[in-house]
């Protein structure tokens, strides 16, 4: 990757951040309250209920003990095989900084326990940490950072563009339904979703241009 190549993700990258403080404002002012609620109705009423499970089971794939343990991986293989490589996963704990800025100071209340779906008795010690308000989402922001570094590693090593292209549609699958899922759950609304995948691309396509 050149120097203008890694400058154009610099720049796409802060695109993406200036959009996520734009749509944290709009979040704050309530301007997508009815859209959030509507949403979600929509979804619980289209899905039908035995979805509860295999989306809940997702839930636990995009916990931060699941994702942290990715990422761990990931640390120590690019520290092993690619030692430059590594320091572009520092982008995710700045990407979490403002998510849990968003979570403890933006006034944005999580769905009402009449909406929650999660249907497994299984949870992890994550789910039991609470912060005052729900913007943006951690499990979205998370999975979606990962599928970038890990669509960029692919792209970049795998030889076999059958097994390549494969693991790079599924990673777009996996972060399509967990997208879905989070909101049919009840666990976030979609503006807390859509805050995630602004953060999470900001964060993936800055780590990527460092690499």
Not at 164 to 173: A, G, P, T, V
Request: hydrophobic fraction near 55%; include cysteine.
């Amino acid at each position: 990757m050149n120097l203008n190549d890694r400058l154009k993700l610099f720049l796409v990258s802060s695109g993406f951040f200036s959009l996520f403080a734009v749509f944290s404002y709009l979040v704050k002012k309530e301007w997508l309250k009815s859209f959030d609620f509507d949403t979600t109705v929509r979804l619980q009423d289209k899905i039908p209920r035995h979805f509860d499970m295999p989306f809940s089971y997702l839930s636990l794939l995009g916990s931060l003990e699941v994702t942290g343990a990715v990422l761990l991986l990931l640390f120590f293989i690019l520290l092993i095989y690619k030692r430059k490589f590594f320091f572009g996963l520092i982008f995710m704990p700045v990407a979490l900084f403002f998510e849990l800025l968003g979570k403890l100071y933006l006034p944005h209340p999580s769905p009402p326990m009449f909406m929650l779906r999660y249907d497994l008795g299984v949870s992890f010690p994550s789910f039991y940490v609470h912060t005052p308000f729900s913007y943006p989402s951690g499990h979205m922001l998370r999975t979606l950072f990962i599928a970038c570094v890990l669509a960029f590693l692919f792209n970049k090593y795998l030889k076999n563009k059958y097994v390549k292209y494969s693991l790079i549609f599924s990673l777009f699958i996996i972060t399509c339904v967990m997208f879905v899922s989070r909101i049919y759950l009840g666990e976030h609304w979609f503006s807390d979703v859509a805050g995630g995948v602004l953060i999470g691309l900001s964060g993936a396509l800055m780590a990527v241009a460092v690499f």
